[in-house]
Each structure stands twice: as structure tokens, then as C-alpha cells.
């Protein structure tokens, strides 16, 4: 992993997350996708406060975007948007087929991760998308067959409020140090679910504090 890694968010909307990682080292190349006009100035905007004035940010439908000729980064995060584009609406460039726009961001993250050792992602997915089968199991496979899935976090109800009620999770993978991952590699799962009355709502949004419980778990386990 290279000691100034580049970070991609492929779905940036208002690029929280870019500002974070930039917050976390200002010299940092981040560079994303928005297909949407206000999101996208939101995002440029919040960048430019934290002094970043000629971020790599780009307008367009990421998911139009071919998949193996773009810019790889070796850290990809993101929130992408979830959606039923209709199976007739997908594009034909992606081996597994689907209307279901969390799929396809999965596909297109796992093809724009640098091909070395440790170039890792983290995305949220509805929860449904670790339990649904066929054109879902067909990119499961692939992702556990090419990547190695290091972490696995369940989402308290009410993350996203007011935007989603959805129950969301974020997967963490990286590359492998071989071809494939070891079979003994291990996961880490952690399901948040603070006490009702701590728990995210339209007018008590998700807090820093709500991940607590993930990170000082998340270190444990590394040690």
C-alpha cells in the first residue's frame, strides 16, 4: 500500500467522506463520481473549505462508466445510492446483471481496486444484500473468491434517517497478498444496536459516538 494512497468514492453526493479522509491528511489524492448537479457542487464546495481547491471531482453516471479503464485507486469508500433501475435499464458491461444499482456499485468498486495487496474498500449495502440469492450470490462468490472480506458491520435501524430507513451494513474487503484469499482468513462481524433510546431517528441523527463499539472492537481484533 502506498504511503500517500489515493481514495475514490465512486457515488460522492456531497463527499462527507472524501472530507474526512482529507481531514485525516490534507495531502491525500481523492478523486470522485456524482451524476447528480446539486450533490456533486455541495460536495466541491466542502472540499474546497478544507482547502482542497482542485479535488478530482467529476459529473456523470458512474455506473455507465466503463469498468476496467478508469483511474484505480487503492482505497475506495463509499455510500453509494440504492435503487431498482429495472434489469432492461442495466448496463451490459458488467458480468452479473441487475436492476439493483447496490450490486452493480459492488461490481464496480471490486474492478476499480488497485491490483496490489492491500488496496481495500469499505461501501454500504442494504442489509438484504447479504442474504438474497442469484445474480447477488453470483457477486458474492466472485468477491469472496478475489477479495479477502476483512470486516462485516450491521448498521443500527435509523442510520440515514430522515433520507432512508433502510437497514444498511458496510463491507470492508482488501486484495489479497495471492491470487486468491487464504481459506483460513478470518472476518470480523459486529451488529451495532445501541439501547432504544440512543438509537438514530429522523431528529437524533447517526453520531460519530454510535461507532464507538465498531472501532474499539475493530482494533481488538487486529491486535
Not at 482542497?52 to 456523470?60: K, Q
Not at 496490489?116 to 474498500?121: C, F, I, N, Y
Not at 447517526?206 to 472501532?215: F, G, P, Q, T, V
Request: proline share 8%; with cysteine.
Amino acid at each position: 500500500m502506498s504511503s500517500n494512497p489515493t481514495v475514490y468514492d465512486p457515488a460522492y453526493g456531497s463527499a462527507g467522506l472524501l472530507a474526512q479522509v482529507l481531514d485525516a491528511a490534507s495531502s491525500r489524492a481523492v478523486f470522485g463520481l456524482e451524476q447528480k448537479a446539486f450533490p456533486a457542487l455541495l460536495g466541491a464546495t466542502l472540499l474546497a473549505l478544507r482547502g482542497s481547491f482542485t479535488p478530482h471531482l467529476a459529473r456523470g453516471n458512474t455506473l455507465n462508466a466503463p469498468l476496467h479503464c478508469g483511474r484505480r485507486a487503492d482505497v475506495i469508500l463509499s455510500n453509494p445510492y440504492f435503487a431498482d433501475i429495472g434489469q432492461a435499464n442495466a448496463p451490459s458491461h458488467f458480468a452479473v446483471r441487475s436492476g439493483a444499482t447496490d450490486l452493480l456499485f459492488v461490481q464496480h468498486i471490486m474492478a476499480r481496486l488497485k491490483r496490489r495487496p492491500g488496496a481495500r474498500a469499505a461501501v454500504v449495502v442494504p442489509e438484504g444484500f447479504l442474504f438474497r440469492g442469484d445474480a447477488f450470490a453470483a457477486v458474492k462468490r466472485v468477491l469472496l473468491d478475489t477479495f479477502h472480506l476483512t470486516g462485516l458491520i450491521g448498521l443500527p435501524t435509523g442510520a440515514f434517517a430522515p433520507f432512508s430507513d433502510l437497514k444498511t451494513a458496510i463491507l470492508v474487503f482488501e486484495r489479497p497478498a495471492t491470487a486468491a484469499p487464504a481459506p483460513d482468513r478470518l472476518t470480523w462481524c459486529c451488529a451495532l444496536t445501541p439501547p432504544k433510546e440512543l438509537r438514530p431517528t429522523k431528529t437524533r441523527p447517526l453520531a460519530d459516538a454510535h461507532l464507538d463499539e465498531a472501532r474499539s472492537g475493530w482494533r481488538a481484533w487486529q491486535i
